[in-house]
């Protein structure tokens, strides 16, 4: 029996996520909570094209080892939020997310085991993924919802200035973009080569966004 609530706790621990593992287990996420987090919003690269060429069946087990490759993200304190047809949201507690810059470093670490596992990747689909990804830093309301299938639910604009980071990654021929708002934050600007690249204006928004590029020096390994 202990056994058995043990490996309960565990799995909605993992389905909730640790930050807010506490405020469920004391009833807090009933009412909306407000907290400052930072949120990647990460997506495989050409996925329309891919999934027309491998049908429907062979793709859907592409994302799946996709996925199973994207939990890597947890040992650098990353949560995945929602999975989002082939891609994902994954956030962090700004402490965690900063620590070691560990929500790029989540992205990196990511991309290298998808490269370590192309072998993998070739043989059983004759691709192997890439992926962009925008991360944004903000607050958002937290919230437990439903009645009858119960969840965790992030609100706020935080959210959507992340997907929209990520959507514009293609048109500035980017991998990794992130707002200038999570770059000041950084308290180690010198690990990556970041530059300012331009700004982004948002529907309903009067102040636009900056945005930087992200990519590892070449002599990091």
């Known amino acids: 029996l202990a056994g058995f609530i043990i490996n309960f706790l565990k799995g909605v621990e993992r389905k909730i996520g640790r930050g807010n593992f506490k405020g469920w287990m004391l009833g807090m996420l009933n009412k909306p909570m407000e907290q400052e987090r930072i949120f990647m919003f990460i997506d495989m690269k050409s996925s329309t094209s891919l999934a027309e060429k491998l049908k429907h069946k062979k793709y859907s087990h592409l994302v799946q ?3 199973n490759d994207l939990s890597i993200v947890s040992n650098y304190d990353g949560e995945i939020y929602q999975y989002l047809g082939d891609g994902a949201i994954i956030s962090w507690d700004v402490k965690s997310g900063l620590k070691r810059n560990n929500c790029m470093k989540a ?3 990511f991309n290298k085991l998808i490269k370590k596992r192309s072998r993998y990747y070739n043989r059983k689909y004759n691709h192997i993924p890439k992926f962009k990804a925008g991360i944004h830093v903000g607050k958002v309301m937290v919230l ?3 009645q009858v299938r119960r969840d965790i639910s992030y609100n706020g604009d935080t959210i959507n ?3 929209r980071i990520e959507s514009v990654c293609n048109d500035y021929k980017q991998n990794l973009l992130i707002s200038g708002d999570l770059h000041d934050l950084l308290k180690d600007k010198k690990e990556f080569n970041m530059n300012s690249i331009d ?3 948002l529907k309903g928004k009067r102040k636009a966004i900056e945005l930087y590029y992200v990519k590892e020096k070449r002599n990091k390994k």
Do not use: E, I, S
């Open 107 to 109: 992205f990196f670490a």
């Open 144 to 146: 437990q919802v439903g």
């Open 161 to 163: 200035t992340a997907a």
């Open 199 to 201: 700004k982004l204006t």
């Open 65 to 67: 080892d996709v996925f």
